[in-house]
């Protein structure tokens, strides 16, 4: 079991830049993946970034390529979603996703355990 809990999400204007944290706490050892998605009505629940959780790769949507890291604090247990050249179309319900299992690291039903997400909204 692993508690997953997103802050950070704001009003910004386009071109700011903007961190999320996910704070994770239970049950690490084990897990698989930490990602990031954002929802929208007209696009649902969307990819944006995982890394895997002992050292891997780390992934981007095409999106956010550039514009988004994962930094990751080691002894706190945080991952952050460090957003850059925000844009309108940024807009969205963030959510972080924890898995112990997976394959492709993009599919959200593969996560089982979510934060409660924190909205970001950037205006023009």
């Known amino acids: 079991q692993v508690q997953l809990v997103e802050s950070g999400g704001r009003l910004v204007q386009a071109g700011d830049s903007l961190r999320l944290s996910c704070g994770i706490s239970?049950?690490?050892?084990?897990?698989?993946?930490v990602a990031w998605f954002r929802q929208t009505p007209g696009k649902g629940n969307e990819f944006v970034a995982a890394?895997?959780?002992?050292?891997?790769?780390?992934y981007y949507a095409d999106s956010v390529k550039g514009r988004f890291t994962i930094p990751r604090d080691n002894v706190k247990n945080i991952v952050y979603l460090q957003m850059y050249s925000l844009r309108p179309e940024d807009t969205a319900l963030y959510y972080c996703?924890?898995?112990?299992?997976?394959?492709?690291?993009?599919?959200?039903?593969?996560?089982?355990?979510w934060g409660q997400g924190t909205q970001v909204t950037v205006s023009s």
């Open positions: 239970g049950r690490t050892f084990g897990l698989n993946a």
């Open positions: 890394l895997t959780w002992n050292g891997g790769p780390q």
């Open positions: 996703a924890a898995r112990y299992d997976g394959s492709d690291i993009k599919i959200p039903t593969t996560y089982a355990y």
